[in-house]
């Protein structure tokens, strides 16, 4: 099976429940948390005290930095959602038609304003139109107690907060910036086994693809995991863009490691053994490098030894190189090009590796560091256009849903609007709002399901808050071990979630099968109908990822062959938007494959463009080669403008694009030049370039033909 078919045939991967011990502490936490907030509503007499358990679910994060950034704000958009409610109360509740107009509007700037944000700010900004909504309908049907309904409902909230909170930064606390330190060095350590695959010639195509799927995940756990240890350390604050240029890093890392692999899938079928002779060695002294760097724990803990390792590799790989390059006029050109090309790569994929241990230095090493200039931040993760589209169906969503509970009088429609708004959440930064808000759903119904055998088996047999407690903690430790794994994070948080929510609804235990039955099918009902309404209904990130693509194609890899800016600042530009959309990918998808590949394929492509830019201006580089190279430079990227303009033929365009790279490398193929001399060798260097851009029209030909998006 070739590289391509394996990656088109890839498998999604799903993780075991984690059985560790740091999970079972989270697991057992969270469920004294929420036994806490339970007691705590009890004593107070609130109305409604499963909004308290259900709360310290909703917030349930192994690391004490994500529990007081979620927690953080969603104090903030608690509050100002339930002041909002009050307000909309106050001006429509005798006027039913503009209150759910205005309930509805105001859910459509919120999930504009969500969609616009990142990470917990977003999650802040939708929790406080969720709770608008909730005081906003209930305080309708009894204005005069709107007060006391919306006191009742943001105190409960606030109390599943703060046990949540506490029970996270006391109990056993893991703090994110640990998490962060350890997550670097692992995903280092995952990286360097990664470059010794695609360097090792028998990896198998099928473990290669997994090994880059394990790394994407890596990456995006870490890029999470910077974003909220900003509210545990002062030095996680200062050093974010260090961060961040980690993240790039990383990203470009994996980039250079699936083309080297592509380029020896391809240099074992052309069977050069002069060649192979000396690049077979040189390249099995790396992969032993990076074998034995990934292979050692705490891999990050002397970065000078790992830096000085990763040196003397790439200054072997350099003296590789030039015996290579002097063999130039005495074997066949296109097998060694092919070699300096993967020589080259090579090197550079020991050189990223270095600049991340530059950057675990400037960023997550102990100890102050100073404070650097604030970076521009880079797009938020959805565009204007994308973010109105989900604020005007979040609208839509609540319109009909509340024209149906009015059209019906159905005595359940708050619970049913409930449950349809939770799923609303599902539709932001996520492509597929149907796939994790399915598992949701009928998680929830487990928890239901659960909650109703636990009321009719076990609650008549027990009696006193303590006994409730014991058997709470015991049901819920399950769930708490789904929620404190990340595949399975969702559905965790609503199996348990359900579970405490339904079963303790007041102090006085009742044996309501007939409401316990209505209020949880109502429930579901709202949530699979606005489910039903999200599918027909779709915004995804296709227009996002258009117009990155618009930008790589039609003004970043022009940029770079015509030799401006420098290519380092081409890479990062395409790695950010690559970057941006990397959560929003499902990798078992083809057309999300397609676009993570072809975006790391063009950042590589930069590179390689840029050295073929500098190439052709080289005083060894013979006069022909010199305009063979310019001439393809020049039409190349004239070509791939024309490719990026609205209504083009892109097949035909990119089919002349490969002929004058084709045509380029016809010529410097058939230069008859002195062997080993300056002017041999800067050709091959040349052609090691264009065989790499050529590489291009193959391998990530659906990206550059577009297929992952919509006109």
Excluded at 255 to 263: D, P, T
Excluded at 345 to 367: K, N
Excluded at 637 to 642: I, P, S, T
């Amino acid at each position: 099976m070739s590289v391509a078919e394996a990656e088109r045939r890839g498998a999604a991967f799903r993780f075991p429940i984690d059985l560790g011990w740091r999970n079972f502490v989270f697991a057992l936490r969270t469920a004294l948390a929420a036994v806490t907030a339970l007691a705590i509503a009890y004593w107070l007499e609130l109305s409604d005290p499963q909004w308290a358990t259900l709360t310290v679910y909703l917030l349930a994060q192994p690391t004490a930095g994500a529990a007081v950034a979620k927690g953080a704000w969603r104090t903030v958009g608690t509050v100002c959602g339930a002041l909002v409610g009050l307000v909309v109360v106050g001006m429509f509740s005798q006027a039913p038609e503009l209150l759910v107009a205005a309930i509805a509007l105001l859910i459509g700037l919120v999930f504009y304003a969500g969609a616009r944000v990142r990470n917990y700010t977003s999650y802040g900004v939708l929790i406080g139109g969720y709770t608008m909504l909730l005081i906003g309908f209930e305080g309708s049907s009894d204005p005069l107690n709107a007060w006391s309904i919306a006191l009742d409902r943001t105190s409960e909230i606030l109390i599943g907060i703060a046990c949540i909170t506490a029970a996270s930064v006391i109990v056993l606390p893991r703090y994110a910036g640990d998490v962060l330190r350890a997550s670097l060095a692992g995903t280092f350590s995952g990286l360097s086994r990664y470059g010794a695959a695609a360097l090792r010639p028998s990896t198998p195509a099928a473990r290669f693809i997994a090994q880059r799927r394990r790394m994407v995940e890596q990456v995006v756990t870490f890029d999470a995991l910077r974003s909220y240890t900003v509210f545990e350390a002062p030095e996680m604050r200062a050093n974010d863009e260090a961060l961040r240029k980690t993240t790039r890093e990383f990203l470009r890392v994996l980039a250079i490691a699936r083309g080297l692999f592509f380029r020896l899938e391809d240099f074992r079928e052309e069977g050069a053994d002069t060649v192979l002779a000396r690049l077979s060695p040189a390249l099995a002294a790396t992969v032993a490098t990076l074998e034995r760097i990934a292979a050692e724990s705490g891999t990050l803990d002397d970065p000078g030894r790992i830096e000085g390792e990763l040196s003397a590799a790439g200054a072997a790989l350099d003296a590789a190189s030039a015996e290579l390059e002097a063999m130039a006029g005495t074997v066949p050109f296109e097998p060694l090009a092919n070699a300096v090309l993967v020589v080259r790569r090579a090197t550079d994929l020991l050189h990223q590796l270095s600049l991340v241990i530059c950057s675990e230095a400037a960023s997550v090493r102990a100890g102050p560091s100073p404070a650097q200039p604030r970076a521009v931040e880079p797009a938020p993760p959805q565009g204007h256009r994308e973010a109105v589209l989900l604020g005007l169906r979040a609208a839509f969503v609540i319109a009909v849903v509340s024209l149906f509970w009015t059209a019906t009088g159905w005595s359940q429609g708050f619970t049913a609007m409930s449950g349809a708004a939770i799923m609303l959440f599902f539709g932001v930064n996520q492509d597929n709002a149907i796939r994790g808000g399915r598992s949701f759903m009928l998680w929830a119904a487990a928890g239901i399901a659960v909650a109703y055998l636990g009321m009719m088996m076990v609650l008549p047999r027990i009696e006193g808050f303590e006994a409730l407690a014991l058997f709470l903690v015991v049901a819920l430790l399950p769930a708490g071990l789904m929620a404190g794994t990340p595949a399975y994070a969702w559905p965790g948080i609503a199996f348990g979630g359900f579970i405490i929510s339904e079963l303790g609804t007041s102090n006085l235990f009742t044996q309501d099968v007939s409401g316990f039955v209505n209020g949880g099918a109502a429930i579901l009902l709202g949530m699979a109908g606005s489910l039903v309404l999200l599918g027909v209904l779709p915004v995804t990130s296709r227009a996002t990822r258009a117009r990155a693509w618009n930008v790589i194609v039609g003004r970043l890899l022009p940029e770079a062959a015509r030799g401006a800016p420098p290519e380092r600042t081409i890479v990062a530009e395409i790695l950010a938007m690559v970057g941006v959309l990397l959560p929003r990918l499902a990798l078992d998808l083809q057309d999300d494959e397609d676009f993570l590949r072809g975006g790391l394929g063009a950042a590589s492509a930069s590179v390689e463009l840029g050295r073929l830019s500098r190439a052709g201006q080289e005083r060894t580089m013979p006069p022909a080669a010199a305009h063979a190279i310019a001439e393809c430079l020049t039409r190349f990227a004239a070509l791939l403008e024309d490719v990026a303009r609205p209504g083009a033929d892109r097949a035909a365009m990119l089919a002349q694009a490969e002929a004058v790279v084709a045509q380029a490398r016809r010529i410097l193929a058939g230069l008859v030049l002195e062997p080993g001399s300056p002017a041999a060798r800067a050709v091959v260097r040349a052609g090691a370039s264009l065989r790499f851009i050529d590489d291009r029209f193959g391998i990530d030909r659906p990206f550059l033909l577009r297929s992952f998006a919509d006109e």
